[in-house]
């Protein structure tokens, strides 16, 4: 009788405790304004077009206690169907921008696509405030779905490096970055969060085994635009 009581004291006092912490936690994700989708829609780089991927943002943040905020995926789209472009970095407000633990990535538009900014892998947290696999971890998940260039505007040109502007999950390439900024070799495009190589594969470039394939799981960056 006694070892039950025990047992019992034991158990209110734990579920205590993960009750106590439970808000805290909430609140903190509710702050949050950036974070590295824990997962993709699942059909390679067809996401949906720009509509699909902003809802994949925003359903993951609900998720995470921070559907207030309007979320918007860090994706460019190229000139077609006399349509214009559209740049990423005109997309995802003005900053700052922090995870899901309060860390900082950056400050504003500029400082996110300079030098300083504070996007590692210990801070390309996921919505749930988790450390995503990268380089050297099995399976690696680094590559970062963007269609962007360094400076987060579109690709001019023929070259296809949004698959179809995010409607393909066959035939194309999409441009990647590496969150964690590791890559095969020591140069700028292996440590640039946004622009580092296109996506390549067996099945035309744009399935998720293609992107699974280098790296990849069709993972995207969201912001919080207001």
Request: hydrophobic share 35%; charged share 20%; aromatic share 4%.
């Amino acid at each position: 009788m006694i070892r039950i009581e025990k047992s019992m004291t034991i158990s209110s006092v734990a579920l205590a405790m993960v009750l106590l912490a439970a808000p805290s936690a909430r609140a903190q994700s509710a702050d949050m304004t950036f974070f590295v989708t824990s997962n993709g829609p699942g059909k390679g780089a067809d996401l949906g077009g720009l509509e699909g991927a902003d809802a994949q943002c925003q359903k993951l943040a609900q998720t995470a206690g921070a559907g207030a905020k309007t979320w918007r995926a860090y994706l460019s789209t190229q000139a077609a169907d006399g349509k214009p472009a559209v740049n990423a970095k005109d997309r995802i407000g003005k900053g700052p921008w922090q995870n899901a633990k309060g860390t900082v990535i950056a400050k504003d538009v500029a400082e996110l696509h300079g030098a300083t900014n504070n996007l590692t892998k210990q801070t390309a947290l996921s919505e749930k405030g988790e450390v995503i696999n990268g380089s050297g971890d099995q399976p690696n998940r680094h590559d970062i779905l963007t269609g962007s260039q360094p400076d987060g505007t579109a690709f001019a040109g023929p070259d296809d490096r949004t698959c179809k502007n995010w409607t393909s999950s066959t035939q194309g390439a999409a441009m990647v970055g590496h969150f964690d900024r590791r890559g095969l070799r020591d140069d700028e495009p292996s440590k640039s969060w946004n622009s580092s190589h296109p996506s390549r594969g067996p099945d035309g470039g744009c399935s998720q085994a293609d992107l699974k394939s280098t790296g990849g799981d069709g993972l995207l960056y969201c912001f919080a635009a207001n």
